[in-house]
């Protein structure tokens, strides 16, 4: 999919309204619309990515930064200490449904492993 109708690229142009939590050169996160735990918020590149499949060795500091803020959110909400689960679905066998790579950071209750 382009960047053109990417709906996570339409968030980052501010086209389509998100509750931005959190803010880096590289990466952007916001309350997921559908959250399956008290705290749900996805952490995405500015660079659209498709796919885990479509990083660039060159992506790896913008992937690094994912989770430092996954790290920044999980302290920010308090969750860090309790647990919390930083996961990224991979095409559509995986559950993966917007086609920009987004790291789901998921807390405030118990998870369950392995999930379904
Ligand atoms: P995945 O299924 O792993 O691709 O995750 C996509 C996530 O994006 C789902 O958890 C959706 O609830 C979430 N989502 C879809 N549209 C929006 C939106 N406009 N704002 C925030 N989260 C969204």
């Known amino acids: 999919m382009s960047t053109d109708n990417c709906l996570f690229c339409k968030i980052l142009e501010g086209e389509i309204p998100a509750e931005l939590i959190y803010e880096s050169d590289t990466a952007v996160a916001f309350r997921d619309i559908n959250p399956q735990a008290p705290i749900h918020a996805l952490v995405i590149p500015r ?24 790290r920044h959110i999980a302290a920010e909400e308090g969750i860090a200490d309790e647990g919390y689960r930083a996961v990224m679905n991979c095409n559509e066998g995986a559950g993966q449904s917007v086609f920009h790579i987004h790291l789901h950071v998921l807390g405030g209750r118990r998870l369950d492993w392995p999930p379904g």
């Open 47 to 70: 660079k659209h990515i498709s796919t885990i499949n479509d990083i660039d060795v060159d992506d790896e500091a913008i992937i690094g930064s994912l989770y430092s803020a996954a």
